[in-house]
């Protein structure tokens, strides 16, 4: 049934401060706005939300939140209260975050990972040369020094073979302009190396490692998807080309600060010290980046598995702070067209299976009464008759050419049976009698 729906918001991020205050909060950290949330969100703390929505989503097979999918977050609309059993098909805004990534070092782009003191240090930086010409420098650090050094105070200091994994965005503190550029980035890595303790140094040798660059590209496309009363995305319907997302620099770099989720831990364990991994081995359980015993995982193999996690965290991010994304309705914002679907139970039958059913019931037939399988049952079929009584008091004195038949017959009780009886006492189609056989 066709249905309007009222748009919950614009399809349009709201512009966001992408070297600022997490979705745009207010710089005072005691504003109404921080304390509605329960929690103070500043440069120097982050949502996890969305790793424990995908990480129960893994586990324990739980939903993930309303208007997303494992690639895309949908622009949320207003659904009618409606019984359970209907589902919508709804015409909305699909956005998506797609990495783009190289690995390092190449043409474009190198690093310098390196440890100082032992544990105590360590410093990520990253030289990139952009199409026009220019070349950007960047670290593991931002402009507005609330949470720099990402990397730096690592522990785990153990004796032997060692993994290491980082997950960080970039910054730069020359000035903002430059911060937000750096911000559209983030390096993952994944090291092994042998560590070796000396109190109260830590020397590190036979290090190797897989490190990527990769940058999100945030589209939009207009999409019809099938939704519950919940709005639980059930399927995709059909869509339009992807296009570029206006404005997603300051929102790339907001998630970016959200999703790069690092552990800074070297480790002689398999167990996880940042979620992205963790997640990854989830998806993939083939997929083992964490054991040190094993080779550095390669390129073809990890970068893969890395983009389709933050698509994935990117949409549950997305979703779930939508309200402090995208633009509220108003009165101007037109409804959305769609169709309300409600269940109907039907029965489908083969054609010929069906004519031959229909010809065998159109026909006239008859069953026995009762099942002759034991002795009392077979002897009622005959019990009856007159012809058993004149046996039994005449002897078996029967012409050779009497015949018999099974059919209605009237018993030496007076009451119609069915059974067997000589053919000239059988009443052949006089069970119209008015009266129902005694069986």
């Not at 598995?305 to 991010?317: G, N, W």
């Not at 019990?383 to 005449?394: D, T």
């Amino acid at each position: 049934m066709a249905t309007s729906f009222v748009a919950a918001y614009e399809p349009r991020i709201v512009q966001l401060n992408g070297t600022g205050y997490a979705f745009n909060f207010a710089d005072d950290i005691t504003a109404p706005a921080f304390r509605s949330m329960g929690r103070i969100v500043d440069e120097g703390l982050t949502t996890q939300d969305q790793f424990y929505y995908s990480m129960s989503n893994f586990t324990a097979g739980t939903l993930l939140p309303a208007w997303t999918d494992e690639s895309s977050a949908y622009v949320p609309v207003m659904l009618p209260a409606d019984n359970s059993n209907v589902s919508y098909e709804v015409a909305t805004t699909a956005y998506s975050a797609a990495l783009v990534c190289q690995q390092m070092p190449s043409d474009t782009a190198s690093y310098d990972f390196t440890e100082a003191d032992g544990d105590a240090d360590a410093t990520l930086t990253v030289n990139m040369s952009l199409p026009g010409g220019q070349s950007m420098h960047c670290a593991d650090s931002n402009a507005s020094g609330l949470a720099t050094q990402i990397l730096k105070y690592m522990v785990g200091a153990e004796q032997g073979r060692n993994a290491l994994e980082i997950s960080v965005m970039l910054g730069n503190e020359t000035n903002a302009a430059m911060d937000l550029l750096c911000r559209q980035y983030i390096v993952a890595g994944w090291l092994r190396a042998d560590r070796k303790i000396k109190d109260p140094l830590i020397s590190t040798k036979n290090r190797s490692e897989t490190v990527v660059l990769c940058k999100p590209e945030v589209t939009q496309m207009s999409i019809v998807i099938a939704v519950d009363v919940d709005g639980r995305v059930q399927k995709l319907m059909s869509g339009s080309q992807p296009t570029t997302s206006p404005g997603g620099e300051g929102l790339i770099a907001q998630a970016n600060r959200f999703l790069a989720s690092n552990g800074r831990t070297w480790h002689t364990d398999n167990f996880p010290s940042d979620f992205t991994n963790y997640l990854m081995h989830l998806a993939n359980p083939s997929l083992n980046p964490l054991d040190p015993s094993a080779p550095v995982p390669s390129y073809d193999i990890v970068a893969p598995e890395f983009q389709d996690m933050y698509q994935r965290l990117f949409a549950i991010m997305v979703s779930i702070n939508a309200k402090y994304l995208f633009v509220p309705a108003d009165s101007s914002t037109p409804q959305l067209l769609g169709n309300t679907l409600t269940p109907e139970t039907r029965i489908f039958v083969s054609l010929p299976a069906f004519a031959v059913s229909a010809a065998i019931l159109a026909l006239p037939w008859r069953i026995l009464p009762r099942l002759p399988t034991t002795i009392v049952s077979t002897v009622a079929y005959f019990a009856a008759g007159s012809a058993v009584k004149e046996r039994v008091c005449q002897g078996n004195t029967g012409e050779e050419d009497e015949k018999w038949g099974f059919e209605d017959f009237l018993g030496v009780d007076g009451r119609l049976h069915v059974g067997v009886e000589r053919e000239p006492l059988l009443r052949r189609g006089e069970g119209k009698l008015g009266q129902s056989p005694a069986f």
